[in-house]
């Protein structure tokens, strides 16, 4: 369970920092962005000394914390959408497992290097497993490649392999209706849904759906009044035109 939610806290400080360059977002308007920007910059300092605490006295560690803590309660009072968009907070392995159906599993990954963890959680277990070394971007990589050739034999291998050493060590814990996978790093590029569970693909055997972390479900299905408005994003420009999603445009066009 701990360590569960410290892959969690990793991945919702990465979701973080991809939702909001926090310096850009300090330097907006209204007269609380300074005093905003000023309590951020002092929380980017005491998260940076965090990753060096090894041998730091307990006394300090905890002082930090308190202040941490403060900064926190004072990001909130001046500017709380702020607040909510540039800390962390990662509910307890509890309060995640409550908001699984009976028929429903998480499915998360977090790996270092080579060194790949994966972990199943259900409304009433959580499993934790070293995968071994596997060098994730290499992998992914190469199935992808597969894939746009078309060289259907050698991707059925390359899948199998991958699915192997991924997927299987969890078979007996996934046999649900439903599967929430919670990728990291590259493996947010492999296509889960063609992965092989007991010979056969994931896709025909469950809902398969994915999440940047397992503490966004906390974000979903909110009763919300509905907006007349609609931002309907696709087709992000990446300075490259061969990264270019012209069907994803077209997706946002129409749905608009």
């Known amino acids: 369970a701990r360590a569960f939610e410290m892959s969690e806290r990793a991945k919702s400080r990465a979701l973080v920092d991809l939702l909001a360059s ?3 977002l300090s330097e907006g308007g209204g007269a609380s962005a300074p005093e905003a920007g000023r309590l951020i910059k ?6 940076r ?10 006394i300090a560690r905890a002082s930090r914390s308190v202040e941490m803590d403060s900064l926190k309660r004072q990001l909130n009072s001046v500017s709380p959408e702020l607040a909510s968009l540039v800390t962390v907070s990662v509910p307890p392995l509890h309060k995640i497992q409550a908001r699984l159906s009976d028929n429903e599993a998480i499915l998360e990954y ?3 290097g080579l060194d790949v963890y994966g972990f199943v959680v259900t409304p009433d277990s959580v499993q934790a497993l070293s995968l071994g070394r596997i060098d994730v971007d290499r992998e992914v990589m190469q199935l992808r490649e597969l894939i746009d050739l078309g ?42 849904q063609a992965m092989l569970l007991n010979d056969r693909y994931m896709i025909e ?8 972390s ?41 749905i608009g």
Not at 205 to 212: D, F, K, M, S
Not at 219 to 237: I, K, R, S, V
């Open 49 to 58: 000394d965090s990753l060096h605490m090894e041998g730091i006295p307990g």
């Open 151 to 192: 060289r259907t034999s050698r991707y059925h291998r390359a899948a199998a392999r991958l699915s192997d050493a991924l997927i299987k060590p969890f078979a007996d814990h996934l046999t649900r209706d439903a599967i929430t996978i919670v990728p990291h790093g590259q493996l947010h590029y492999l296509p889960f």
């Open 42 to 47: 002092r929380m980017e300092v005491l998260e």
């Open 110 to 112: 977090f790996y270092q």
């Open 22 to 24: 926090r310096r850009n």
């Open 214 to 254: 397992a503490s966004t479900m906390f974000y979903l299905d909110q009763e919300t009044e509905g907006q007349e408005a609609l931002l309907a994003l696709g087709n992000p420009d990446l300075g490259n035109p061969a990264m270019d999603l012209p069907g994803a445009e077209r997706e946002a066009r129409i």
């Open 205 to 212: 055997q469950a809902v398969i759906r994915l999440l940047p």
